[in-house]
């Protein structure tokens, strides 16, 4: 579990500054993107890891694809909800935006 702990914490380190370089980098190239937003139901507050993790995986995945493509123009808000293990609930914030 402690291993687990050590591991979230080294991605969200590294999304962190992946995710500060990208937008700095993004600002600084073109200031007329245009943003679509996609929206994304994650168990996030249950004790596993999983949720987290995956988001994690989303942004840095989303960062890397911008930092690597920097010349385009459409860019992806996440926008990030919580089902906290209700499915129901989950298909309900889908229907929200």
Known sequence: MKK???ILKFMVTCWCLVNLLGGILAQ??????IVVKVGAVIDI???????????SCINMS?????????HYKTRIQLIVRDSHRDVVAAAAHGNSY
């Open 4 to 6: 687990d702990n050590l």
């Open 28 to 33: 600084s190239k073109n200031e007329s993107n």
């Open 45 to 55: 507050s249950s004790n596993e890891t999983v949720g987290k993790i995956g988001l």
């Open 62 to 70: 989303l960062s890397d694809f911008y930092l690597s493509h920097s």
